[in-house]
Structure formats: C-alpha cells, structure tokens
C-alpha cells in the first residue's frame, strides 16, 4: 500500500460539471498540500493544511474548494471549470508543514484531469 | 518571492553515461534547502538528494550528486552510470525557514539503451 493515494488517477470533465479529487495518506502526517502540474511550468503550490486548518491558498480560483475532514483525508472540489485547469493535480504530505524544509514530503501519483 | 530555474526541458543521456541537469533559484536568503525530485513515467514524485546552504560539502547520494555553488545560486544533478530507470522528470526545489517548497519546471530525461 503506497503512503499517498490519489483518486481518480483521470478525470474528463465538461465545464459544467462538479468533481472531486480525492488524497487519502497513510503515513501518520499532519500537514498535507495540493499542487498543480501544467506542462513546462514550475509545480504550482495551491493549498495547504496543517493540523486540519488551511493554511495556505495561492490565490487560487473559487472553483477550487479544498476539504481537509481530517489528517488523513484531502478533497479538491471541482466545478465550473476552464479547460487551461487541464492538469495533473498532486497531492503530498508532511509530517508537520516545517518538516517540509527538509525536504520530507511524500507524494501521491497524481490525478490528471481534463476539462473539455 | 523566491524562484526556481530550470533551463533544461529535455535531456538525454546514453546508458552507463554520465548526465548533469541545471539549476538555478532566487533567494536573499542565507539559510536554506535544495532538493532534486524524481518523477518516473506514471509514478510518485521521490526525493533523490537534498542539501543545505550551510554545508559546504555537496550531497551525494550512491550515482547522484550535485554541485553546489552558493555564492552563483546554481545546484546541479549529477547522474553518474546512468540506468534505464532514471528515465524520469527531474524538478529541482527550494525551501526556507518555515515557507514551502517551490518547484521548477522539471527536466525530462531519456535515459537510451
């Protein structure tokens, strides 16, 4: 069993739709973080929790709503998306979120999605 | 706000070779981390190797290594025997104090037989 899992590993979805990501992490971590990767561009940071609490939100748009019920769990709610949100969306996890400076953090294996 | 280059999108290497992929960051910072992180084809992200700014030695890590050169802002992946298993996104990363990890754009490389 991997430390990180993610689900669904894709996604296709229109416009209109509402989705969600979901992260689940085994490790015993409290701080837990949502990243995009676009293609040629640096991962981008997009939430983070610590504790449960969000800590974190890069000036993301509202259509992005991320749900931590507890430390183990993280949601990424979906809905009215562009088609330039076409991504690959990571989840990681952390012991703590300073234990990431030292370069501790686990990832899961990704949700690609596509907005049509 | 701190940055990460990449300038590398591709790279390619013959088996058994030896391959360095570039990087360079922004910082006004004394104190920090780097890492080099590992993407195979369809898999999780792992740490290769990690260094901090206030150790003069560089991080070696069995094949992978990296030059560390503070004053420049550069710190380089060396990839020593290359393996076909190397084939993989490599982002190099940066972080200080309590702030979170910032990533670079990656660089693919393509380990051939």
């Known amino acids: 069993e991997t430390g990180v899992t993610q689900t669904p590993r894709h996604l296709v979805m229109g416009m209109t739709n509402k989705k969600s990501l979901k992260c689940e992490q085994h490790?015993?971590?409290?701080?837990m973080y949502w990243y995009k990767q676009s293609a040629k561009k640096p991962l981008e940071l997009m939430f983070v929790?610590?504790?449960?609490?969000?800590?974190e939100n890069n000036s993301v748009p509202s259509r992005f709503s991320p749900e931590c019920p507890n430390s183990s769990h993280l949601f990424l709610h979906l809905h009215t998306l562009q088609p330039e949100d076409s991504a690959l969306y990571l989840c990681?996890?952390?012991?703590?979120?300073?234990?990431?400076?030292?370069?501790?953090?686990?990832f899961g294996e990704g949700s690609r999605l596509t907005v049509l | 706000a701190q940055t990460v280059t990449q300038s590398q999108p591709e790279m390619s290497v013959q088996e058994a070779e030896t391959v360095t992929l570039s990087c360079t960051y922004d910082t006004s910072e004394n104190n920090y981390y780097l890492f080099w992180y590992k993407q195979p084809p369809s898999r999780q992200m792992i740490l290769v190797i990690r260094?901090?700014?206030?150790?003069?030695q560089n991080a070696t890590e069995n094949r992978f290594s990296v030059n560390f050169q503070k004053a420049a802002k550069s710190f380089s992946l060396k990839i020593s025997d290359s393996q076909l298993g190397d084939t993989a996104m490599y982002f190099c990363?940066?972080?200080?104090?309590?702030?979170?990890?910032?990533f670079g754009a990656g660089t693919r490389l393509t380990v051939k037989p």
């Open positions: 990363a940066f972080c200080q104090n309590n702030n979170d990890m910032r």
């Open positions: 929790y610590n504790f449960k609490e969000q800590t």
């Open positions: 990681a996890s952390s012991q703590d979120r300073g234990s990431a400076n030292t370069g501790e953090l686990f």
């Open positions: 490790l015993g971590h409290n701080a």
């Open positions: 260094q901090e700014a206030y150790k003069q």
